[in-house]
């Protein structure tokens, strides 16, 4: 039986710390075959570089190197360079992580093309609107097809939407 792809995205120092025991388990299966996509919305050595060093984390499989813009015009260049992406590797799903604009980007693009989501932190809210994180999570949530809450809370934010 041939592994299902899919696609992995970090962008952002949260992301990282998240995804290396995700990426970890994955290569451990033979169901499984996981591509790391690094989007670059945190790209120097600080921010990037060290987080895949310490935590033993794979090299990417594939960077997008999308660098840092307002919101409007990273989520725009993030969603431009990961459409291809999609393209060539036919993922089966991708999986993001937390509620940065890597996150909903990439959920996007995925939605668009028919690619499962599955979204690792949930469900998390703060009511705050005037907060770019809390659109990045409404929307990605709203698209999302397997829902992956870390908490009671998040599960409720989740059941009353």
Known sequence: MKPVK???IAGARPNFMKIAPI???MHK???IEPLLVHTGQHYDVMMSDTFFNELNIPRPD???E?????HARQVARI???FE??????????????????STMACSIVAAKKDIKIIHVEAGIRSRDRSMP??????????ITDILMPPSKDAVDNLLAA
């Open 84 to 101: 291809p992406v999609c393209d060539d590797h036919k993922p089966r799903a991708i999986l993001v992580v937390g509620d940065v604009n």
């Open 29 to 31: 299966s033979e169901r």
């Open 133 to 142: 994180e809390e659109i990045n999570r409404m929307v990605t949530d709203s």
């Open 62 to 64: 594939i960077s997008l």
């Open 66 to 70: 999308v660098g840092s813009d307002t």
């Open 23 to 25: 990426m970890h388990s």
């Open 79 to 81: 969603m431009e360079r």
């Open 6 to 8: 899919i696609l992995v």
